[in-house]
Structure formats: C-alpha cells, structure tokens
C-alpha cells in the first residue's frame, strides 16, 4: 500500500492506493492525452512509488502502448504548431524541458509540413506588419522580427518573410 497525501479544502487527506490502483490511475492519465515518458515519472514519483516499481510500471505502459514518446512528440509539435503558430525553435525547446530524446524531437519536426511552416510564417509577418501601421519603418521591421523570434521562428526564415512583407505593403502602396 502508498500514501497519497490530497489537500482538499486546506485539509489533508491520506489515501491508501495499491500498487494495481496505481497503475490503473496512470493508464488514465496517459489514455487522456499522449504524455511524455518524463510526465509519467513525475507523476509516479509523487505517489511515492521506489525506482525499481517506476521502472517496471513505464516498461508495462510502454508495452501496451500507452506511452510513446515518439508519438508524444510528434502530436506536441504538431499541435504547438497549428493552434499557437509556434516555430521549431520554440518546439524544440519545449520538447527538451519534456525530455523528449533529441531523435524524437528531431523525428517530430520533420513531421511538420514545410509549405505549411512557410505560409504560417508569412501571415504571421504580415498580419504583425499591419497591426504596426503607425510605427516608423525601422520600429515596424524591429517589433515585427522580435515579435517571430519569441515564436520561434529562425532567423533568415524570418528574414525571408519580413522582405515579402515590405515587398507587398509597397506593392499595394503603388497600386
């Protein structure tokens, strides 16, 4: 039997889970969404569990396919990228904090579709490019690059982008 120490209501309250309860509570929690191999750790460690037990609940998870970290990646990255327009310098980063292997990490930003990257990229630009309208030139190109560096976008990509942008704002200022 392991403790479980909850705080309900600044209360204690100790929990008495078996080893089988254990188990079953972290199939949940990995079924719920794809969690990292360092996620599940985290979680075992806190209900107390010694690292030979650890070792063998991963093992089993693994086996059954409840934990892949390649899989956890791949569907992090993917997701960072289409909901938050995250760039691969970001997701990178995020995925080491997670203590993805670098295979993994590299496995999932393949996966990203390159035209898709590009294009994320560019509306990106543009959009922050006008929302600047009222700043001088070198401000606007200035917030505009900052702004795409904190997304995690790389350098010459973001350069690509900018130059696109400035080109279409005095496109469309000639015409």
């Given at each position: 039997m392991f403790f479980i120490i909850t705080k309900i209501k600044h209360c204690s309250l100790?929990?008495?889970?078996?080893?089988?309860?254990?188990?079953?509570?972290?199939?949940?929690?990995?079924?719920?969404?794809?969690?990292?191999?360092?996620?599940?750790?985290?979680?075992?460690?806190?209900?107390?569990?010694?690292?030979?037990?650890?070792?063998?609940i991963i093992e089993q998870l693994t086996t059954e396919n409840y934990l892949n970290e390649e899989k956890f990646a791949i569907v992090f990255a993917s997701g960072k990228f289409r909901m938050k327009h995250w760039g691969r310098i970001k997701i990178k980063?995020?995925?080491?904090?997670?203590?993805?292997?670098?295979y993994n990490i590299q496995t999932a930003l393949d996966a990203i579709v390159e035209e898709d990257y590009l294009s994320v990229l560019q509306k990106l630009t543009a959009k922050k490019w006008r929302q600047l309208k009222s700043e001088t030139f070198i401000t606007k190109k200035a917030k505009t690059q900052f702004y795409l560096l904190q997304k995690g976008y790389e350098k010459h990509l973001i350069k690509n982008a900018l130059d696109t942008a400035i080109l279409q704002e005095r496109q469309s200022s000639i015409s």
């Open positions: 100790v929990i008495l889970l078996s080893l089988h309860q254990i188990i079953q509570k972290v199939k949940r929690y990995c079924s719920y969404q794809e969690r990292s191999c360092y996620e599940v750790l985290q979680k075992l460690y806190g209900y107390g569990l010694q690292k030979s037990q650890i070792d063998e980063h995020a995925l080491q904090q997670k203590k993805v292997s670098n």
